[in-house]
C-alpha cells in the first residue's frame, strides 16, 4: 500500500517534464494494478485512480478485469463494465473477450446478451463461449456454437473436446478428437489437446487404452518433451486402464517427476491391489524430498486398506496432519474401511463418533459394509436409521441394497420389504462394482 502513496503524491506534484512525469506516472499505475497482489488491492488501485482523475488506458483496465474475474462477484463486474463502456474501451477486442470471460465465470446469462451484442467475434470469443457452456454442464450447446464458428483453430477443438470429457462424455470426446485428425481445416493437435485426450481416456477402459496407446505414439513421432503435466496424465490414464507396465515405463522416462507424478503411480498401484509397491513407492518420494499432498495420502490409505495394514494405516493417517496436510473425508473413509475390514468394528464406530468432519454416506457405507462382512447386525443397527435420512435414491443406490442386505441378515424381513419396495418405486439403481472405500 505504500507504493499507492507514493503514487498519490506523484500524482498531485507535477514537475517542469510534465510530458516525462506524466508517461511514467501513468506506467506506473498500470504496473501496480498488475503487480497487486489480491482482486481487493487492484480495486483499491482503480479506486484511487478515480478519485486522482487519473486517466485510464487498456492495460489498466485489462489488468483490473483479470483481477477481479476471481471474485466471481456480479456487481462488481457490472460496475466495471460500465467504465469500460464510458471510457470507449468496449470496441476493443482483447477488452471485450476478457469481460466476456468475467461474465462467464460471474453471470452466464450476461455473457450470453454480450456475446449477441458484440459486433466482431474473434476465435477467442467464440472458445469462450464455448468454455461457458461446458462450465454449465450443457455440451450441446457448446457444440452448437462449435459449429457456427466462421474459423476453429486447435483451441477451438481442444475447448469442445474438454467440455465432452469435463461433462463425462468421453466417448463423444474421442469421437471429436478423431474428427479433428481427420479434419481438412489443417488443424494439428497439440499438447493441450493430448492432455485432454488422455484424461478421458483413462475412463474408458480397454478402448481408452487403445487410444490413448495411440496419442502416447503420437506424442513420441512430435518428439514432444515429456513434462510433468504429460507424464502424469499419461500415468494416469494407463493406471486407471490397468496397464501398470505402461505406467511405470513413462514414469521412468520422466526427469521431473512431481508431486502429481508420484500421486499418479502411488494410487495407481493401489488400486490395482499393488499395496506393496504402492507403499514402497511413497518411501522412495519421500527419500526424494518430494513432499505429499492430500492425495497422495488418500492412495497410502488405500494401500493399508487392501492388505489390511491396521498398524501401518494409523501411522500414515496420522502423518497426513504431521506434513501439514487437513485430514479429509476420505482419509476418514479409509480408516473406517481399515477398520472394518480388519473386523475392528467397535473401533471403526469410535473412529467415526470422534471425526472432526461430519460423516458423509461413504464413511456410513464403509461401516456397514464390514458389517455386513463380518454378519455384525447389532452394530450396523445403531446407524442404519440415520443412514436412511441421509441417502439419496438418485446417487446411493448401492447403500439401499446394503440396508436391505442387513435387514435380512438381522432377521427383519418386514424393514427388507420395505426397503425392496422402496428401491423399486423409486427406480433406484445399484451401481455396478461400487465401493465405499
Not at 500500500?1 to 510534465?18: E, F, N
Not at 461413504?362 to 441417502?391: I, N, Y
Request: charged share 20%; net charge neutral; aromatic share 10%.
Amino acid at each position: 500500500m505504500q507504493s499507492i502513496a507514493k503514487l498519490s503524491t506523484h500524482v498531485t506534484k507535477p514537475t517542469s517534464h510534465a510530458f516525462c512525469w506524466f508517461v511514467k506516472t501513468y506506467n506506473s499505475w498500470a504496473a501496480a494494478i498488475r503487480s497487486s497482489s489480491s482482486p481487493h488491492e487492484t480495486l483499491h488501485i482503480f479506486s484511487q485512480m478515480h478519485r486522482q482523475s487519473v486517466p485510464f488506458d487498456c492495460f489498466s483496465i485489462l489488468f483490473t478485469l483479470k483481477s477481479c474475474t476471481q471474485l466471481h462477484n456480479h456487481p462488481t463486474i457490472q460496475h466495471l463494465h460500465s467504465h469500460i463502456v464510458k471510457l470507449g474501451f468496449d470496441s476493443y477486442g482483447y477488452v471485450a473477450n476478457s469481460l466476456l470471460h468475467a461474465y462467464v465465470v460471474a453471470s452466464f446469462v450476461n455473457a450470453c446478451q454480450l456475446f449477441d451484442e458484440m459486433p466482431e467475434k474473434s476465435t477467442v470469443t467464440w472458445n469462450t463461449m464455448i468454455s461457458g457452456y461446458s462450465r454449465k454442464g450443457n455440451v450441446e450447446r457448446a457444440r452448437l456454437v462449435f459449429e457456427e464458428m466462421p474459423l476453429r483453430d486447435v483451441s477451438s477443438w481442444n475447448a469442445m473436446i474438454a467440455a465432452y470429457v469435463n461433462n463425462r462424455k468421453h466417448e463423444l470426446g474421442l469421437s471429436l478428437f478423431r474428427d479433428m485428425v481427420m479434419s481438412e481445416e489443417g488443424v494439428r493437435p497439440g499438447q493441450v489437446t493430448a492432455v485432454v485426450v488422455l484424461s478421458g481416456c483413462a475412463h474408458l477402459g480397454s478402448v481408452g487404452l487403445l487410444v490413448g496407446k495411440s496419442v502416447h505414439g503420437f506424442v513420441v513421432k512430435n518428439w514432444w518433451e515429456m513434462n510433468a503435466e504429460l507424464g502424469t496424465v499419461l500415468i494416469d490414464m494407463y493406471a486407471k486402464c490397468g496397464f501398470m507396465k505402461g505406467a511405470e515405463q513413462v514414469f521412468e522416462l520422466m526427469q521431473e517427476k512431481n508431486v502429481m507424478a508420484w500421486t499418479a503411480l502411488i494410487c495407481g498401484s493401489a488400486q490395482h491391489g499393488y499395496s506393496k509397491e504402492a507403499l514402497s513407492l511413497f518411501e522412495m518420494m519421500q527419500n526424494a524430498g518430494v513432499r505429499p499432498n492430500e492425495l497422495t495420502l488418500t492412495g497410502v490409505l488405500s494401500a493399508c486398506v487392501n492388505s489390511g495394514l491396521v498398524e501401518e494405516g494409523r501411522k500414515y493417517f496420522n502423518l497426513v496432519e504431521k506434513s501439514g496436510l487437513e485430514v479429509r473425508i476420505q482419509h476418514c473413509g479409509c480408516m473406517v474401511g481399515l477398520y472394518g475390514k480388519a473386523g475392528m468394528l467397535g473401533e471403526a464406530y469410535d473412529f467415526i463418533k470422534n471425526m472432526r468432519l461430519q460423516p458423509d454416506i461413504t464413511v456410513w457405507g464403509a461401516f456397514l459394509s464390514a458389517c455386513k462382512e463380518h454378519k455384525q447386525f447389532e452394530m450396523a443397527e445403531r446407524v442404519v436409521e440415520k443412514v436412511m435420512k441421509m441417502v439419496k435414491p438418485e446417487n446411493d443406490g448401492g447403500v439401499y441394497s446394503l440396508i436391505a442386505h442387513l435387514y435380512v441378515l438381522g432377521g427383519k424381513w418386514d424393514d427388507a420389504e420395505r426397503v425392496g419396495s422402496f428401491m423399486v418405486n423409486h427406480k433406484v439403481r445399484k451401481v455396478r462394482g461400487y465401493s465405499f472405500v
